[in-house]
């Protein structure tokens, strides 16, 4: 059984270190948690497609686990010997891998038996991958051959033997079905091109290449190896453009992550390392013992770390990472108990108490009263929360507006929608208002009924002033209508030649 334990990491800065964008991205990660396998991890990939989960290959077993799982999903356990290389294809359904008796094996990701079983080779296969097309399988091994597979018929397609020396790295292109890059103990990579029948291209590591990465451009490719990590350019025909040395033992790992390519490199020093576009390091992480194999998730969430001692390392990336900087510059509110503190003291006999007057806080419309800024005492009591919760408050504002005498100037120049506001409100309550009235029967009360008659007289005496109040605005659109100049119609006038014809007939 697969069994855990989180790791504390120390994440303070070092005396002197230069902390950038890159750097603060980098630490944002957890502390590790620790999974033990049952002998050293040498090979892990994530699946292209989400959830992302991590194929895991180690001893005699090859085990998929979830992104957030701490123990394998999926195990598959067909092998007799080391099992090397296991590797998903684009779609994530399928998965390969080879091993220390030569054979090959195709699996199904939902299932537990091998689908098919590619037989060819003489010696281990350490590094299997799919073509970018999907329905090839390619192989290297060290029987000094690369070979092609198809997946349907499970036949051999291609079989070159132009290394001299064990192959322990391979990447197939994804831009190009029928291209893939080889790296060999004998100290080269081979660019190898199916439709030509042959390598391409040869550059020259200088090291036994351990593990062997294009760019997603696939302009640039990687080779470790060594102590070294080389950059070479394909554009100009395997052009070195850059030489790291940056490690202190052989660089055994490398992968890509999503965020603006940055480049990271596993080694037996106990370090990966980040390099940014200038292949500066920007951030390392420390292991406690060799790495063998890395690996990030397309989304970054994930960092996995496979080390010699048979432990795999998984980081996961903090949730909410903007959310966090907020929070962490908004001012801090006192706690509950600074405010509580005291107010449960029961004074003894002889002690002495000292009254203090506590401050009272008040409200948003109350410090607006109090400050003579009516319109807005009344638009913040006009609120939707507070117009819908505490009513109460927008009627006391209110209220104490008209016993100021100053609600005329609160409501003087409100647009429409502000005038609508309040309108809706208004006749929400008062209808509110009158249907309690008009549901209260009548009882043997005097009291009551008095009341209620004077509730009537009320409605009745501002019906009749609404009713005169149209009465006067009839009389005034009358008045303004008849006070408005018009305009005398004056026929054409009349052409000189008409005029002077008009003369001689008079």
Not at 250 to 268: E, F, P, R
Not at 427 to 432: A, D, E, F, G, R
Request: proline share 4%.
């Amino acid at each position: 059984m697969a069994s855990f334990k989180p790791v504390k990491v120390q994440t303070i800065p070092k005396l002197g270190e230069r902390v950038t964008e890159d750097t603060l991205y980098w630490k944002n990660y957890k502390a590790p948690v620790q999974i033990k396998e049952f002998a050293a991890v040498t090979k892990i990939e994530f699946s292209p497609l989400p959830p992302h989960n991590y194929v895991v290959t180690a001893s005699t077993r090859i085990q998929v686990y979830g992104p957030h799982s701490l123990e394998p999903v999926r195990t598959f356990t067909r092998f007799h010997d080391a099992a090397y290389g296991g590797s998903f294809r684009g779609d994530g359904k399928l998965l390969v891998a080879g091993s220390e008796e030569g054979l090959i094996r195709l699996f199904d990701t939902g299932g537990r038996v091998a689908l098919r079983q590619f037989t060819g080779h003489s010696k281990a296969v350490h590094v299997t991958s799919f073509l970018s097309d999907g329905y090839r399988v390619l192989s290297g091994s060290d029987d000094l051959s690369s070979r092609v597979w198809d997946v349907a018929s499970g036949t051999e397609l291609n079989s070159y033997t132009e290394h001299t020396d064990y192959i322990r790295a391979a990447a197939a292109s994804k831009l190009n079905p029928d291209l893939y890059v080889t790296g060999s103990y004998d100290h080269t990579v081979k660019l190898f091109d199916v439709r030509v029948g042959g390598s391409v291209m040869t550059m020259q590591h200088g090291h036994p290449v351990e593990s062997v990465l294009l760019y997603p451009s696939e302009a640039l490719l990687v080779s470790t190896g060594g102590r070294y990590v080389k950059v070479w350019d394909l554009l100009k025909g395997g052009q070195q453009l850059v030489s790291l040395k940056n490690h202190h033992k052989t660089v055994t790992c490398a992968c890509l992550s999503t965020t603006d390519n940055k480049l990271l490199t596993g080694s037996l020093d106990r370090h990966v390392k980040v390099y940014n576009s200038s292949y500066k390091v920007v951030h390392n992480f420390d292991y406690a013992t060799s790495i063998l194999s890395l690996a990030v998730a397309p989304d970054d969430k994930v960092i996995a770390v496979g080390m010699t001692n048979g432990v795999l390392s998984v980081r996961h990336r903090k949730h909410t990472e903007e959310k966090q900087e907020v929070l962490g510059k908004r001012r801090r509110n006192p706690a509950y108990r600074v405010f509580i503190k005291g107010k449960n003291y029961v004074p003894k006999q002889d002690d002495f108490l000292v009254s203090k007057t506590v401050k009272q806080h008040l409200q948003k419309h109350d410090r607006q009263l109090k400050c003579f800024q009516v319109s807005k005492a009344l638009d913040t009591a006009l609120e939707i929360w507070r117009r819908f919760h505490k009513p109460e408050v927008t009627v006391a504002v209110m209220t104490e507006l008209n016993r100021r005498g100053t609600l005329k100037n609160a409501l003087a120049g409100r647009d429409e929608q502000s005038l609508t506001t309040l309108l809706n409100f208004l006749i929400k309550y008062v209808l509110t208002l009158l249907n309690v009235a008009l549901m209260i029967r009548l009882g043997d009360s005097p009291v009551i009924e008095r009341l209620l008659q004077r509730l009537m007289e009320l409605l009745g005496r501002e019906a009749e002033l609404q009713q005169e109040l149209l009465q006067v605005l009839g009389i005034l659109d009358t008045l303004f209508a008849s006070l408005t100049p018009r305009k005398e119609v004056t026929g054409p006038a009349v052409p000189p030649i008409m005029q002077g014809s008009q003369l001689q007939a008079a």
